[in-house]
């Protein structure tokens, strides 16, 4: 499984942001998607995850502004990230885990700041 992520960039405060990773190779049997990040000096945090069946869980300080969804007919899975807050700069890492396999995209850089 290979995973591509895309779409991180700076953004004001109260903006928004939307997360890209495109997945390839032998992606039968992903049973779990998601994005984690990592902000400097901090442990990496498990942002929202999706299962196959659609059930969705997000970390509480973005719940209500980050939707997470998946685009089947494309491979892609999506984090809208609205109401951006400065709390939310970090590498944002998509990963899939197959069986018990946990496969992880490359960083993509998200940085909120005036």
């Known amino acids: 499984v290979q995973l591509q992520a895309s779409g991180g960039g700076l953004v004001q405060p109260g903006g928004s942001l939307r997360l890209s990773c495109a997945a390839s190779g032998s992606i039968f049997s992903i049973n779990v998607m998601g994005w984690y990040r990592r902000a400097p000096g901090k442990q990496r945090e498990l942002v929202a995850s999706i299962i196959s069946g659609g059930s969705t869980s997000y970390v509480d300080s973005v719940k209500g502004r980050f939707t997470i969804s998946r685009d089947n007919a494309k491979n892609t899975l999506l984090l809208q990230m609205n109401s951006l807050k400065p709390e939310d700069t970090a590498v944002y890492y998509c990963?899939?885990?197959?069986?018990?396999?946990?496969?992880w995209g490359q960083g993509t850089q998200v940085t909120v700041s005036s």
């Open positions: 990963f899939a885990r197959k069986l018990v396999t946990d496969y």
